[in-house]
C-alpha cells in the first residue's frame, strides 16, 4: 500500500523558526557566499523541510537555505 505523507506547500521563510546553528562557519566563507550566488541566481533547488511544533513552523532540513533567502530577501 502506497500513502503520500507529504505535500508541498509555500511558506514565507520569515515566518519559519531556524534550529540552533551547529556552526557559525558554516554561515561563512565561500562555500556559502556559493549557496547565496546559486539561490539568488536560479532559486531554491532543494526543498526546504519543515514541521510544524506548538503551531510553529520549525525547519527540519535547510537552514543555510532558508538563512541565504532571508539574506539575499528571497
Do not use: W
Not at 503520500?4 to 515566518?15: A, Q
Amino acid at each position: 500500500m502506497i500513502q503520500n505523507i507529504s505535500e508541498i506547500k509555500m511558506f514565507p521563510v520569515d515566518g519559519l523558526i531556524l534550529l540552533k546553528e551547529n556552526s557559525s562557519l558554516r554561515y561563512k566563507g565561500p562555500k556559502y557566499a556559493g549557496l547565496k550566488r546559486s539561490v539568488k541566481n536560479r532559486g531554491v533547488l532543494a526543498p526546504i523541510h519543515i514541521g510544524q511544533l506548538d503551531n510553529k513552523m520549525h525547519v527540519a532540513d535547510g537552514n543555510r537555505r532558508t538563512t541565504a533567502c532571508r539574506e539575499i530577501d528571497i
